[in-house]
């Protein structure tokens, strides 16, 4: 019985990957690259993405797709607010993206002239990291409050992005934190991976994290 189980879920991602396929196909051909970004609720998404459009903006052209369990569009609301291209998909309670649900995202955005598509996913540590979406590179978003510990206890949403974020760096004098623990733990699982001590509240770290973020446009 167990055997057939890991069948079926195996099946349920060779199918996810064809469609993460396609839409890169489709977002290639639109000349868009495509950043996924994962992290816990709370961690600081939105406000990551919102600074990293102020920062782009108006050298970039920037479209969002914001991953949302439930239909509220608080996210979403906050984006459009910058004038820039946002859809939300209400995955009805389920925990993750998948690339159909994003598929349906770029049908619905008007993508001509768009240099960057920023998928905000679901509040999660755990099954984001599984579903491929047709993005070019993925980003994890892990805070100060959620502890030095995350790396030890979720591995497998640290192993396979391209950079990391450490946000809210402005509560480093409140929290114990420590942060050679963290890196410690990250650097096991993904060795040199960029990381990036990112403050939304000061600014702290933007300018090199915006200058990485760039450099992924100019190697396309
Ligand atoms: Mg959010
Ligand atoms: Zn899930």
């Known amino acids: 019985m167990q055997t057939s189980k890991v069948q079926i879920v195996e099946n349920i991602l060779s199918a996810n990957d064809r469609i993460a396929e396609e839409n890169q196909k489709a977002l290639n051909s639109l000349g868009v690259t495509c950043m996924n970004i994962m992290a816990s609720p709370g961690a600081g998404k939105t406000s990551v993405i919102l600074k990293t459009i102020q920062h782009l903006a108006p050298k970039f052209r920037i479209a969002v797709i914001e991953g949302d369990t439930a239909p509220v569009t608080i996210d979403a609301d906050k984006v459009s607010e910058l004038d820039v291209p946002v859809t939300q998909i209400?995955?009805?309670?389920?925990?993750?993206?998948?690339?159909?649900?994003?598929?349906?995202?770029?049908?619905?955005?008007?993508?001509?002239?768009?240099?960057?598509?920023?998928?905000?996913?679901?509040?999660?540590?755990?099954?984001?990291?599984?579903?491929?979406?047709?993005?070019?590179?993925?980003?994890?978003?892990?805070?100060?409050?959620?502890?030095?510990?995350?790396?030890?206890?979720?591995?497998?949403?640290?192993?396979?992005?391209?950079?990391?974020?450490?946000?809210?760096?402005?509560?480093?004098?409140?929290?114990?934190?420590?942060?050679?623990?963290?890196?410690?733990?990250?650097?096991?699982?993904?060795?040199?991976?960029?990381?990036?001590?990112?403050?939304?509240?000061?600014?702290?770290?933007?300018?090199?994290?915006?200058?990485?973020?760039?450099?992924?446009?100019?190697?396309?």
């Open 90 to 220: 209400n995955t009805a309670g389920n925990c993750h993206l998948d690339a159909m649900m994003v598929q349906k995202g770029i049908q619905h955005l008007d993508l001509q002239g768009i240099d960057l598509l920023i998928i905000e996913n679901v509040g999660n540590l755990v099954c984001p990291a599984s579903f491929r979406l047709g993005e070019h590179f993925n980003v994890v978003i892990a805070s100060i409050p959620e502890g030095d510990d995350k790396p030890y206890k979720y591995p497998g949403i640290y192993q396979g992005i391209d950079a990391l974020i450490l946000n809210k760096s402005d509560l480093l004098p409140y929290i114990d934190f420590n942060q050679k623990y963290f890196r410690m733990g990250i650097q096991a699982l993904n060795p040199g991976i960029p990381t990036f001590l990112l403050s939304c509240k000061t600014g702290e770290g933007f300018d090199s994290w915006i200058e990485w973020l760039s450099d992924r446009f100019a190697e396309k």
